[in-house]
């Protein structure tokens, strides 16, 4: 009964707002086009589509909030109105009860708020649709008193979600079944993505493990600050983490006036993206305005500060080298090879003729090249690409989708920060340096040394199984057992030859670096 309530609320708000025209427009099904028609009339419809899809997600609550928010990452699946529409809703939520949020962390450490902190701010810093912040100070094992941020999560959001996303799930497959485009779009695995996003962003565990992964990670690189987490103080619904102190990063005036090199920090931001991309697979993907800020602290001062870890994106060695091959042979203006590697990975059908593929691709890039940020919308290059994908059935990688909405989050910083920032050229020197270290000695003396463990295993053993196999068979097959002695020395040698032209192939490799090096420089 709740959901069939549910669903007629969505139904009344869907007619309220004119979305039906906007969601049987594109079926396949003449009759459901003619419905559209009959529906519209006698209803004023002046505002754009793309605003009144904004407001009908805004009255359905937090959840179709965020399913927006995720929607308008998916550019191969939206008309660009719509998708810059989409983009600019926020979490506008109201905060809960304090008394909610005390209660909450008492139960979560079966202690008195008192007994936790030193002192705990009721009011919260921050609300949006998951949890919500407030300020503290605890007093860490040394004694000493320490600024924190406690985030608690919003009471009673598991049922709300399942609940909405059983109903998005079943209109994506009305989506999928009636619209011409339906399995192409693969609606239901948006559906299951935005799903599994809500579902880790309620474990808050989850997210100071990744704030730890993430705070490891750039130790080493000094432009970016991770607060520290406190294990002991956090739950899966209270995540107690260090407080940070910064301004945030679209109040550039602010930040100039204070003295930061704008210019460098934008050339930071995609320093940082491509470092956790190309060098870590292991990048935060929710890099908007909120939760990026600017220390102004003397010994840190002109650092990024990342905020809200519950959306990080992971890729594997496949993903990062194929990634990689692409920017680069982009960067060189290389089409075909991003043509040939479209096909070699199967993103598009074997039978794709690559000169027809190449010509698309030239097509859709090369009015970018040598032109200033402020000239170029990447989001208008992915359109375009994505536009043409669907003249060769390129199928949307979902794996891919985070690192989209990243790269999009990055354009808009860069924008705001140094509309002359050349995206391109910042990029490239560190993925051709990126390109050099898998290609070279670092790489396969990486894979020697994981491999390491199991060849020492197995190595001392061959002996012991071939003496074994010989003293078990039987005597009279001298056939066979004279084919295993000569295998046994050909094995021998075979290792020796490894072994005394192991320096060679190093001085091989060497070579075959500089060579690569040559190339790209």
Known sequence: MSRLLRGATIIWVVLRHGLDELLLSNFRHPWLRGLTRVITIGRRLDAPRGQRLREALESLGPIFVKFGQVLSTRRDLLPPDIADELALLQDRVPPFD????????????????????????????????????HFAVVRDRAGREREVAVKVLRPGMLPVI?????????????VESLSSDGKR??????????????????????????????????EGLDLVLIPEVFWELSHAEVFVM??????????????????????????????????????????????????????????????????DFGIVGTLTEVDKEYLAQNFVAFFRRDYKRVAELHIESGWV??????????????????????????????????LRLFQTSRRFQVEIQPQLVLLQKTLLNIEGLGRQLDPELDLWSTAKPFLEKWMLEQLGPPRLWREL??????????LPDLPR????????????????????????????????????GGLGFVLGLLAMQLIVRVRLF
């Not at 870590?280 to 840190?300: K, R, T, Y």
């Not at 040394?449 to 197995?458: L, S």
């Not at 039987?474 to 046994?488: G, I, K, S, T, Y």
Request: charged residues 25%; proline residues 5%; neutral net charge.
């Open 242 to 307: 260090e407080r940070m102190k910064g301004v945030p990063i679209n109040q550039v005036d602010r930040l100039r006036a204070a003295g930061v090199d704008i210019p460098k920090l934008a050339r930071d931001g995609v320093t940082i993206f491509f470092t956790q991309v190309f060098r870590d697979g292991f990048f935060h993907a929710d890099m908007h305005p909120g939760n990026i800020q600017v220390s102004l602290e003397p010994a840190n001062f002109g650092r990024y500060i990342s905020l």
């Open 349 to 382: 059908p074997a039978s794709t003729r690559v000169n027809d593929l190449e010509a698309a691709i030239r097509t859709v890039c090369e009015p970018y090249f040598d032109r200033p940020l402020k000239e170029i919308s990447l989001g208008m290059v992915l």
């Open 449 to 458: 040394r994981a491999e390491a463990p199991q060849y020492a295993k197995i």
């Open 185 to 218: 779009l693969k609606p239901r695995e948006v559906v299951a993505e935005f799903d599994t996003y809500l579902h880790d962003e309620l474990d808050l565990v989850r997210e100071a493990a990744n704030a730890a992964q993430l705070r490891r990670n750039m």
């Open 162 to 174: 399942d609940k909405d996303v059983a109903l998005l799930r079943m209109m994506a497959g009305w």
């Open 465 to 500: 199984l071939l003496h074994d196999y010989l003293r078990h068979k039987p005597r009279d097959n001298r056939a066979e057992l004279q084919e295993l002695l000569a295998a046994q020395k050909r094995t021998n040698r075979l290792l020796q030859s490894l072994l005394y």
């Open 98 to 133: 304090s008394d909610i949020a005390v209660a909450t962390i008492e139960r979560a450490f079966r202690r008195s708020i008192g007994e936790i902190f030193v002192s705990f701010d009721r009011v919260p810093v921050a609300s949006a649709s998951i949890a919500q912040v």
